[in-house]
């Protein structure tokens, strides 16, 4: 959810339907998760924190889990199992500018920069990236969540402005907005309260070496992994953690973490939308179990 919309009202934007997916595929189908969050006061993000607990809390090692999607987004697990020091937001601008870039660039011929290979032969703009390390969302407190309306359209425009002003190459251009993701990551430290032993990162940028060397080198001596290094495939780590909230909405348990989207308190998230008659014993079947009294 990002803070849009008209007057008080908030609202999110959720594609997909789930009773056409639940009527085509005769699954009993969860989705919607946000909305119910946002009805509590919160920003309906991010909804994943707590998987992220679930996943790669350690008992003797602080960790920070850098999700690299089109937003970078961080959480923080403190060592043991207490979540009163857990924190999570979105952190800036990932592969949403630097793909939008690239198909810029090259007229929609490429979408992304592909292992960040153009971006490891250019040299990063320290003017430009002062500039962009200015931006205001780096600077907001957290519970906060960012998108399109601050990285999107727009943001492009400037940078291909920028880029034209300074007479840099694309391959420096890339470069510089590398860094700034991974800058902007950096920043979340500032909200943290405690060390970090361990920086796991997943989402497509994992795959952008460029990327992970900033990484590396903003959060050295630190050791910064990937998701597949303690098991987890990060193309497929954000259908994990729905699935895990859908099975705690069937579990009637609740899905948010209030200290990380600022709702009032933790609630049942999603909406269901059942297969057909005794959905719900069926469902209940195959997880073994029966439901509470």
């Not at 056409?20 to 989705?31: K, L, S, Y």
């Not at 032969?121 to 998108?147: E, F, I, M, N």
């Not at 990285?151 to 291909?160: A, P, V």
């Not at 910064?224 to 953690?241: P, Q, Y």
């Amino acid at each position: 959810m990002k803070d849009t919309g008209v007057g008080a009202i908030r609202s999110t934007l959720q594609i997909a339907e789930p009773a056409v997916i639940a009527e085509r595929t005769g699954i009993t189908t969860v989705a919607n998760f946000r909305p119910r969050d946002i009805a509590a006061g919160g920003q309906g993000a991010p909804l994943t924190p707590g998987v992220h607990a679930l996943l790669f809390r350690h008992p003797r090692r602080a960790r920070l889990i850098v999700n690299l999607g089109g937003i970078s987004n961080v959480t923080y697990l403190p060592k043991g199992s207490g979540a009163a020091e857990l924190a999570a937001f979105d952190t800036g601008p990932a592969n949403m500018v630097l793909d939008g870039l690239m198909s810029r660039i090259t007229n929609g011929r490429a979408s992304m920069d592909r292992e960040g290979r153009l971006a490891a032969k250019g040299q990063v703009d320290s003017r430009l990236l002062a500039k962009l390390l200015a931006h205001p969302y780096l600077s907001q407190a957290p519970p906060k969540s960012t998108g399109r309306e601050a990285f999107g359209t727009k943001m492009l425009d400037e940078l291909l402005n920028w880029q034209h002003t300074r007479r840099l190459s694309d391959e420096d251009l890339l470069a510089t907005c590398s860094r700034w993701t991974a800058e902007a990551v950096g920043t979340a430290r500032r909200w943290i309260k405690g060390g970090i032993d361990d920086v796991i990162v997943g989402g497509g940028g994992v795959r952008n070496r460029a990327i992970m060397g900033h990484l590396t080198d903003i959060f050295a001596p630190v050791p910064v992994t990937s998701f597949e290094a303690h098991g987890w495939d990060s193309k497929a780590l954000e259908s994990v953690a729905f699935a895990v909230l859908a099975y705690q909405t069937i579990m009637e348990q609740c899905g948010n973490v209030p200290s990380v989207t600022g709702a009032a308190s933790p609630r049942i998230l999603g909406c269901i939308v059942p297969s057909g008659p005794q959905w719900y014993e069926r469902v209940r079947s195959r997880k073994g179990g029966s439901k509470k009294k």
